[in-house]
């Protein structure tokens, strides 16, 4: 610990006794500075051990010294050193009241004292303690390296913890809490979750302090250039000392070679992730599985999901992470807490124009990206769609599937599409599509015209005829009309139309045309001539 008042009085060389102020001698002393100035305080930074021998002061007057005492109490000087037997044989009443008063302590330095021998005795006693503090921080390092290296992270943490004696913790990109001790920080660590987003957002390396008083707590931001790999929370009763502060840089440096993967190592992993998946695609997953051997575990032999994601054409581009960066790591980084294994392949130049992943069915990773989709995709400018779950024999199913889905989620604009909604769903929400009305339009618009005139139900009588798959009995019951009528009148259609209605082809083109402009009489085609 640094020197402070009661070291110096307990120095036998220094003959050194304490006059005022003998409750505050546990103050550390920065330093020792000899002013004879009558204000020596715009030269104090505060911490000094002030040293005098009065020799312009009027140290016998009382309001004199009060208005000096509580000059240097105000700017932080911790201590009084007077030299009796120099310009006064004993420290003057007054000056000893004043400082009384305002609870200085007041040193009264002998004569046989030289004040550069107090200067020395500090800064020996600074520079003892500053050697303290980094071997301490070495011995901090090593053992933090030896559980970094034997144990991984969360030995890092826990080391780490003991040695600033207070909590530590680890966070991922998400502020999902990976790592905390001792365990009672636990619900502590959780609740900085919004103060690690933060951190994020801030070019690598960043850091903030946040909280009280009581729970002073340190955000490190982990990992290299502008990306930001994770967080490191520690939190104390007090600013953090020499030592301490050794034993948190050496811990950033281990947690970010931990977490931090070299670009060489990415890059080739998503080479090999691209190379399993375009084999998969091609209908080979025995040279899948043999290619990524241990790297994605049992993921190629269990069903899982292939997810396509995107970005809107039409979204203005944001400063910060990319979307599909930002979404992949946040499945990484579920993948990573759950345990599980995840192939994430960029596709485009530069990995720019989309992302491809392949996770297992109902693991963390897709309900991770379903709740970034919920929560991020549509602010990020991103659309996502999913595969049904698939085994690796049909991989390239499952991928034209995610395509359909993702095709889907476009034209509705809807962040995320599963492809199960699409199959179990109604085929008539997807011809609310504009080349579809174009075609309906093109197919019927010389029915409505003709009904405009006032010569028929042409439209009304088809939609009942097709309704009831060619029974005329019970179309013309529908009408209200004769079935010699109802005859007549689809004629009429195939000679306006120039179509047969005895093909199926012609009958379900004209179904869904009558579909896609609404179940009403004259249908909204007719109503935007």
Known sequence: MPPTLASLVQHSALKLTVRAGEDRLDTPV?????????????????????????????????????????????????????????????????????????????????????????????????????????????????????????????????????????????????????????????????????????????????????????????????????????????????????????????????????????????????????????????????HARAVAGDLYGGLLDAPFRLLIAEPVASAEPKEGEPPLTALAETLEAAAARAGESVLTVPEGPEGGERLVVLAGDGGAVVTACEAFATREAE????????????????????????????????????????????AAGSVLPLLADDAVRAFADGLLRALYEHDATGRGDLVASLRAWLSRHGQWDAAAADLGVHRHTLRYRMRRVEEILGRSLDDPDVRMELWLALKATGDGGTGPLTKGE
């Open 379 to 422: 602010e990020a400018g991103l659309v996502v769609g999913l595969s049904a779950p698939t085994g690796p024999i049909a991989a390239a199913a499952a991928y034209k599937q995610a395509e359909q889905a993702l095709s889907v989620a476009r034209r509705r604009g809807r962040a995320l599409v599963e492809h199960e909604e699409l």
């Open 30 to 286: 920065r330093w020792a500075h000899v002013s004879e100035l009558t204000d020596p305080v715009p030269y104090m930074e505060g911490g000094e051990l002030l040293l005098t021998t009065a020799l312009t002061l009027d140290a016998e007057d009382p309001e004199a010294m009060r208005r000096y005492v509580r000059r240097l109490v105000g700017a932080g000087v911790v201590g009084l050193g007077f030299a009796v037997g120099v310009n006064y044989e004993d420290i003057p009443a007054a000056l000893l009241e004043a400082a009384r008063e305002e609870h200085l302590p007041l040193l009264e330095v002998p004569r046989r004292t030289p004040f550069l021998a107090i200067s020395k005795a500090v800064s020996a006693a600074i520079a003892a303690d500053q050697y303290r503090a980094v071997t301490a921080g070495f011995e901090a390092q090593r053992e933090l390296t030896r559980a970094a290296l034997a144990e991984g992270p969360d030995a890092v943490v826990a080391r780490l913890a003991a040695h600033v004696d207070g909590w530590a913790a680890l966070y991922d990109t998400s502020g999902t809490v990976l790592a905390v001790a001792p365990e009672w920080a636990a619900r502590r660590a959780a609740r900085l979750t919004p103060d690690v987003e933060r951190l994020r957002e801030r070019p690598a390396p960043a850091s903030a302090v946040v909280g009280g008083t009581d729970d002073r707590v340190e955000l490190q931001s982990l990992g290299t250039g502008r990306r930001v790999r994770g967080a490191l929370a520690v939190g104390t009763g007090a600013p953090l000392g020499t030592a301490e502060r050794y034993a948190v840089h050496s811990a950033i440096a281990l947690l970010t070679l931990t977490t931090e993967r070299s670009r060489s190592l990415q890059a080739a992993e998503q080479r090999l992730g691209a190379a399993v998946l375009r084999m998969l695609l091609a209908g080979q997953p025995d």
